[in-house]
């Protein structure tokens, strides 16, 4: 018979070597592995756009052992949501698409994950300098929130004027340099029988964006700051109302393409591409959306909303928004795994994946620089490069979307006629005085 002190050993023993075969002890933090990755576990991913799986081959590449199969999905919400609720989502989640998912809800109830790990862990490409060190720092605020880095907005989206550069060079015509340029090139268009001027009627937002664009360039980044900040007598800014009165010259001289009011995106893109608008205000997704629809001698090509005069404060001003947020949820199985997905997404080769493939400009510094491009992609990426310090950043719209829908409604309908500049001035600055005594709404601020 074993002696009672034997069997406690054995005992204790055999606890710990059956411990140690069922948990794995963890593997060291490294900078290879800052994040302790199991090479061995899972990772759960769910995307909304193909491109959103890219990193999947790096992840594999380096961790053969773990399963690594983005599933895309349009109905990120309808599936998502019940997995929040029941505390089993995704380890990875992009949300892009017509049912992407509400973040200030996910927020509110502290689904999200703090992402400043991630920002300040070794990059993925040279450990000697973090993730941040390679990306573009203002793009960075739009996965913010109240100072927290919920999200990272992985797409740069580059807004400006689109115009077909074959047909420019046929006509003799030349990118204008000011808003008075812009009107005098209207004039040359209207004459050649060429509607001049087109925009999605349906969705005002991308006059709002021209408005706004325009005030900043104007008189500076404070402008569109204080309208953020919901500061009182934002939206009466002197810059504003020398913006607001400046597009309503397009209506007001007769330079607006036929039928503009009644367009959806689509069918204001497929104007200009059939050229019978000459230019065209939206973000460089154009491109990607009518891809297959391009005229091969069309030259698709961007130029920077010009400024209102000679004296601009931001000369080379264009306005930049991040969108297609990825998130860690705070309850993933495997946040480790999360989170080094992300790190791979943000190495520059998978960048350079995502903008030849998609032909959309991420927020990797330079993983766009030496790819053979479009002329719309490189001219887009071009006037990113040239704005340096000047980019054009406001974030209201993804924080109040309600009263950004309201406000973008509110300027279509200024442009249709039936507003004057300064009702659409007291309608707008009103619902933004509103929405600030709003105690139900949360409220955001950036310095």
């Not at 990120?76 to 505390?87: D, H, K, T, V, W």
């Not at 406000?407 to 309908?413: C, P």
Request: aromatic content about 8%.
């Amino acid at each position: 018979m074993l002696k009672r002190r034997t069997l406690l050993q054995a005992a204790v023993a055999g606890a710990v070597l059956s411990g140690c075969s069922e948990t794995p002890a963890a593997p060291p933090v490294s900078k290879d592995n800052p994040f302790t990755v199991d090479s061995a576990a899972p990772v759960d991913v769910v995307i909304g756009a193909e491109y959103g799986g890219f990193a999947a081959a790096a992840y594999r590449k380096k961790y053969p052992g773990a399963a690594v199969r983005p599933q895309l999905t349009p109905q990120l919400s309808e599936q998502l949501l019940p997995r929040f609720a029941a505390g089993n989502p995704p380890d990875v989640v992009h949300s892009v698409g017509d049912d992407k998912l509400q973040l200030g809800r996910l927020i509110k109830e502290n689904q999200l994950s703090d992402l400043q790990q991630l920002l300040d862990a070794p990059s993925w490409d040279n450990p000697e300098l973090t993730v941040k060190d390679h990306l573009l720092p203002e793009l960075l605020e739009f996965g913010r929130y109240d100072g927290t880095q919920r999200s990272i907005n992985y797409i740069a989206s580059v807004y400006g004027i689109w115009y077909s550069a074959s047909l420019f060079q046929r006509n003799g015509w030349e990118v204008p340099r000011t808003w008075p340029d812009l009107l005098t090139l209207g004039a040359d268009m209207k004459a050649a029988k060429l509607g001049p001027f087109v925009y999605a009627g349906t969705h005002p937002y991308y006059l709002l964006e021209l408005v706004l664009t325009l005030a900043a360039k104007t008189g500076g980044p404070d402008v569109v700051k204080r309208i953020d900040n919901l500061e009182d007598g934002a939206w009466q800014d002197e810059s504003v109302t020398r913006a607001i009165t400046a597009v309503g010259e397009l209506a007001k001289r007769g330079l607006l393409a036929p039928g503009t009011a009644t367009y959806d995106h689509i069918g204001s893109q497929k104007r200009l591409l059939a050229s019978k608008a000459g230019m065209l205000p939206c973000g460089n997704w154009l491109e990607n959306e009518m891809k297959g629809l391009v005229p091969a001698d069309f030259a698709l090509t961007m130029f920077a909303v010009p400024a209102l005069d000679s004296s601009p404060a931001l000369p080379s001003g264009v306005h930049v928004g991040a969108t297609a947020p990825f998130l860690v949820p705070e309850k993933a199985r495997n946040k480790a795994g999360g989170l080094e997905y992300l790190r791979a997404l943000l190495s520059a080769d998978v960048a350079a994946q995502v903008t030849s493939e998609s032909s959309q400009l991420t927020i990797v510094r330079g993983a766009a620089d030496g790819l053979e491009t479009s002329t719309a992609l490189r001219s887009a990426r071009d006037l990113l490069t040239a704005a340096g310090d000047q980019l054009i950043i406001w974030y209201f719209d993804d924080w109040y979307p309600e009263f950004a829908d309201a406000a973008a409604t509110t300027t279509g309908q200024f442009m249709a006629g039936g507003l004057s500049q300064s009702e659409w001035t007291a309608r707008i600055q009103g619902a933004a005085d509103q929405l600030k005594q709003d105690s139900g709404v949360t409220k955001y601020h950036r310095d």
